[in-house]
């Protein structure tokens, strides 16, 4: 087989031109593509931020706190003055009932308290006023120790100083101001310094103060 040598440089330079070509126009479009490609990512970085930057909701402006209210120290509490307690004594009653059983023994006195005297005279009234005033006296004096409470005559001017007694003095009249007052002696007041009940009996009844009489 006979090659003609003259005919393969224009047949090979034709190839490689074509080839040439091609892969020059390959490598064109792959550097503008990728030159593209390149382009648009950093567009994208570059737009990132700002799109963020737009999308991220606005951070609320914090409400202007209010200074607390300076606290004023406690000041103690004045004391307290406590009222007085009043204690209450409750007696029986037998003593009272023994006594008026005694009124009523000497000197008739409930007979006499319990009676309508309007249909009587003075003089009747008079007569028996002074049984019950001499039964009366002489409980008294058996049973029960007696003394004023004020020396001084009655009608004497007298002055009562601050922090009297209230319970073994009244005043009476125009009371004005407070203590001292100057006043009259109206009565000099009693107190008893010693009773002398007698005894009773177990049983017996203090209500009955005065026994019904029959007369047989």
């Known amino acids: 087989m006979n090659i003609d040598l003259t005919l393969i440089p224009s047949t090979f330079d034709a190839v490689h031109a074509g080839l040439l070509a091609t892969v020059a126009g390959l490598l064109v479009l792959q550097i503008l593509f990728l030159t593209i490609a390149f382009m648009a990512v950093f567009r994208k970085r570059e737009t990132t931020p700002a799109r963020l930057s737009v999308e991220r909701p606005a951070e609320p402006t914090p409400l202007p706190v209010a200074p607390k209210p300076a606290i004023a120290e406690a000041k103690p509490e004045p004391a307290r003055v406590k009222p007085e307690t009043v204690i ?3 007696y029986t009653p037998d003593a009272a009932l023994q006594l008026l059983g005694l009124l009523q023994k000497e000197a008739r006195f409930i ?4 009676e309508d005297v309007g249909k009587y005279s003075d003089a009747d009234i008079g007569a028996a006023a002074r049984v019950v005033h001499e039964g009366c006296r ?12 004020r020396t001084e005559a009655e009608g004497k001017r007298i002055t009562l100083p601050k922090g009297f007694d209230a319970g073994s003095i009244r005043i009476t009249g125009n009371i ?11 009565h ?4 008893a310094t010693e009773v002398k009940l007698p005894k009773v009996t177990e049983g017996h009844d203090v209500k009955i103060i005065s026994p019904a009489e029959v007369e047989l």
Do not use: C, N, Y
Not at 176 to 186: I, N
């Open 138 to 149: 002489k409980v008294l004096r058996q049973h029960f120790e007696l003394e004023s409470v």
């Open 188 to 191: 000099r007041g009693w107190k």
């Open 111 to 114: 007979d006499f308290a319990q």
């Open 176 to 186: 004005v101001g407070v203590a001292p007052f100057t006043g009259t002696l109206v």
């Open 88 to 90: 209450i004594k409750e």
